[in-house]
């Protein structure tokens, strides 16, 4: 090669080398006083209790059902009612958690919670995200592993990137992972210790105007749900599809999904309650897609209800 | 494969090591590896478009060898037919094809008769407006002698395919790149470091700039009825700057990439929002594309030779047809329509080249009168962007309308304020940058070169870090690939 060439791939080397740790310096410095601003998005025990249900679920095995989805799960499916109903139950589910993320959270903690059923909540939406939000959720509040370090690399992403390097430095120079007192109640909701489970009561979806639209479905997220079908299968765990029940004015919004469905249903048992389950929405939900407790109190019989059912039948 | 993507990313080092390590011993070694390192890049979109631009590049080689080759002038004529009817009846047919479908059905409808619609599905191969007005370049010079056909096919297919600036322009002339393929460049680390710094102005343009003003665009031009004046005018301010930073942020992309391998690619915009008039904005905004429609259109209708109603006549074809070629919609038509009336008073007062001087040249800051006509020339431009970013006419002329709009123009009705605040001071940082180096061909030429190394590369990775922690993320495509 040219000498000239050489000294100036060698001269960029350098600048590399001066500029990574600058980045870095600049990074530290600005997590430390602005954690979740621009691409950066370090909050650990905030919103949806992710930090205290993964302190929990290290302790919470065997059981006998294991919940994984979106917040739709840990929002909709209460353990407290399946131990009512003589299971004991974990609610795995966080937000915006895509079958990829759902897929990263099993290899953890399947082994350890040993359930009999898996049942994955599975939202249209979720279907169509790019995983990032429910990333940067288990990115901060648990440990980073090789899966964790996977999926970076999978999402590319700057907001991911700069958080991973961002929580890897800051437990590296800040002595392990942190530990901190989530409080259980905070802007309405009640985190349920021991269950995952997210409660909200008191609360009431006041109508506001849906705007429809259309969902592209991604490969990567079936793919995910193949493996996770896959693995469970290799575990002897059965698994069931179920599609929470969300407000009518949010469902009208997208319409009927009959690609979605016959994905799921030649996957696994698959259950819409949308289709069953007649709620109303201002009295059983406190947003456009979310239950209130009232509304899991309703859903939540009909599901193990309907879970009774499926038990009975051998295993497909 | 886009520029602002990990792919871009891995590509680049790798094609620039492989070039001047393995590839240099030879020019048609060098052009072989362009023109396999271009297909690459182009087909990483959707291979099926290479055939396109293979079949492209075959017909006007031909056709510039015949041109050689032929004496005869009605034959020589009858070729550069052959290449402008196949070249534009391609174009017409991917980009237009419907539009026209669609315009007739609306015709047919207005007077009473429904007709059905028979549109097509077709895909609209990325960058064809581009590639086409380059190849088309090559055969009309060539007809007219003013250069000679390609030397060889795979130089002159290199030249059509060369990936920094195939699908969004520079707008080459043959002239100018053609003979670039013909001979080994030397390498110039100057040239090559500030081709990087070029880059490197230009990711921030598009990621940090354009892309957070597309959000606030986005949101605000999709219900325009919601909105007060003063957002609407803010939204209209947006577009201004997304579609600068986008297009002009590509083409510091393009320009300074083309630097690392020693070509020197055509000057595209030269900070056309600090301009006095609608005329120097024309001769500073996409500037491959004007000088093209100059060369290629206005001056063979007569130009300026004529009388005043030639003049007249040929300014309007030249802005309306530049329209069109933006898209197939009548708003672009309309945007080259209005282009075209601002343009008419100075060209009527004989004022269309008296801004040909940097404005404030030799000072810090404009007068007055100087900062007055800035704004006044950038309040018109960003009237006429309305109509570039709206669905159809209807929304741009209401748009306009609620602009306008004085009783409830300070109120607030943008949710995302925090936001829009933070992108105006990334706007407020693009504007300074370039201000001061207005007279330079990028914001990051020769102010910061003349520094001492430590302080340039400590601009560099803050510039660096910019972008990383403020670029909107996800891969977000160019506006002008539509196009």
Redesign the interface.
């Known amino acids: ?2 000498p ?2 050489a ?3 060698r001269r ?1 080397g350098a ?1 590399g080398l ?2 990574i740790p ?2 870095l310096l ?2 530290m410095l ?1 997590g430390r006083f602005a954690p979740a601003i ?3 998005n370090y909050r650990i025990a905030s919103y949806g209790h992710m930090y205290s249900r993964l302190r929990d679920v290290r302790t919470a095995g065997p059981v006998d059902v294991l919940i994984a989805g979106s917040s739709h799960a840990y929002r909709g499916f209460d353990p407290r009612l399946f131990e009512a109903h003589g299971l004991k139950a974990f609610n795995l589910g966080s937000s915006a958690q895509t079958p990829r993320q759902t897929e990263l959270l099993l290899d953890r903690y399947l082994d350890e919670l040993q359930p009999q059923w898996l049942i994955l909540e599975v939202y249209p939406a979720s279907y169509t995200l ?1 995983g ?1 939000e429910s990333t940067l959720d288990v990115l901060a509040n648990d440990p980073i592993d090789a899966g964790m370090r996977r999926l970076v690399w999978e999402l ?4 991911v990137w ?1 958080t991973h390097i961002y929580a890897t430095l800051s437990r590296t120079l800040g002595g392990g992972f942190p530990k901190v007192q989530e409080p259980a109640e905070r802007d309405g909701d009640r985190y349920i210790a021991g269950t995952g489970y997210v409660e909200r009561a008191g609360y009431y979806y006041r109508f506001d105007p849906v705007v429809s639209r259309r969902w592209t479905y991604r490969d990567q997220a079936y793919a995910a749900l193949d493996r996770i079908l896959e693995k469970a299968r290799a575990r002897d765990i059965r698994v069931w599809l179920v599609e929470a029940p969300i407000t009518r004015a949010m469902y009208d919004s997208y319409g009927p999904q009959p690609e979605f469905v016959r994905q799921m249903q030649q996957r696994a048992p698959f259950t819409d309650f949308n289709g069953t389950l007649s709620l109303n929405d201002s009295l059983h939900f406190y947003d456009s897609d979310h239950l209130n407790q009232d509304g899991v109190i309703a859903f939540n019989a009909a599901l193990l209800s309907a879970f009774d059912t499926l038990r009975a039948e051998p295993m497909r | 494969m886009l520029f602002n993507s ?1 792919d871009f990313a891995l590509f680049l080092p790798l094609v620039f ?1 492989l070039y ?2 393995v590839f ?1 011993k030879s020019v048609k070694a060098r052009n072989g590896f362009l023109l396999v390192v271009s297909y690459v890049f182009y087909g990483w979109w959707d291979w099926r478009f290479l055939l396109l631009i293979a079949f492209s590049t075959l017909l006007d080689y031909w056709v510039g060898l015949k041109l050689r080759d032929q004496e005869d002038e009605r034959m020589r004529k009858t070729f550069l037919y052959i290449s402008l009817v196949v070249n534009l009846g391609l174009l017409g047919f991917f980009k237009y094809y419907n539009f026209f479908v669609d315009s007739f059905v609306d015709a047919f409808r207005f007077f009473g008769h429904e007709i059905p619609s028979r549109g097509l599905d077709i895909v609209l191969p990325v960058g064809i407006s581009f590639y086409t007005f380059q190849t088309l370049s090559y055969s009309i010079d060539v007809y007219r002698r003013k250069l000679s056909p390609a030397p060889d096919f795979v130089a002159f297919a290199a030249y059509v395919t060369y990936f920094p600036q195939l699908v969004a322009g520079p707008i080459e002339r043959a002239t100018n790149l053609l003979p670039q393929f013909s001979h080994l460049a030397r ?1 110039d ?1 100057s040239k ?2 500030d081709g ?1 710094r070029q880059m490197l102005w230009g990711f921030f343009k598009k990621m940090v700039v354009a892309d957070h003003c597309a959000e606030h665009v986005n949101l605000i031009f999709s219900d325009p009825s919601a909105h007060s004046g003063g957002t609407l005018w803010l939204g209209a301010l947006f577009f201004a700057f997304q579609i600068y930073g986008d297009f002009s942020g590509y083409s510091d992309i393009a320009i300074g990439s083309s630097r690392l391998f020693g070509f020197d690619l055509m000057r595209n915009f030269a900070f056309p929002y600090f301009s006095r008039d609608m005329a120097e904005f024309w001769r500073r905004w996409h500037i491959s594309l004007s000088t093209w429609f100059r060369d290629y259109l206005y001056i063979p209708l007569g130009g300026s030779q004529g009388g005043l109603g030639m003049k007249v006549r040929n300014t309007f074809i030249i802005f309306v047809v530049s329209g069109f070629w933006h898209g197939a919609n009548w708003t672009f038509v309309f945007w080259g329509f209005l282009n075209a009336l601002y343009f008419m008073p100075l060209l009527l007062l004989g004022a269309n080249r008296n801004h040909l001087e940097i404005v404030a040249k030799g000072r810090w800051f404009p007068s007055l009168r100087e900062f007055l006509s800035i704004s006044a020339t950038f309040a018109l431009t960003l009237l006429a962007w309305v109509f570039f970013r709206a669905a159809d006419l209807a929304q741009a002329f209401d748009y306009i309308g609620g602009m306008f709009q004085w009783n409830r123009f300070a109120e607030l009705t943008y949710a995302n304020g925090i936001g829009a605040a933070l992108t105006l001071i990334w706007i407020a940082y693009l504007l300074t940058m370039e201000w001061f180096a207005r007279d330079r061909q990028h914001a990051l030429e020769g102010f910061w070169a003349q520094r001492s190394r430590g302080l340039r ?2 601009f ?3 510039q ?2 910019i972008i ?4 909107q ?2 891969e977000t495509p160019f506006i002008y690939f539509q196009f």
Request: hydrophobic share 60%; glycine share 6%.
């Open positions: 090669m040219n000239e060439i000294r100036f791939v960029l600048f001066m500029a600058v980045y600049l990074l600005w621009a691409n950066l790019d990032v590319s992403n700057a907001k700069n | 990990i090591l001047w390590g240099q390498f680390k090559a470091a990087l590369w400590s560099y990775a803050v660096i870090f990383g922690m403020f670029h993320t996800g």
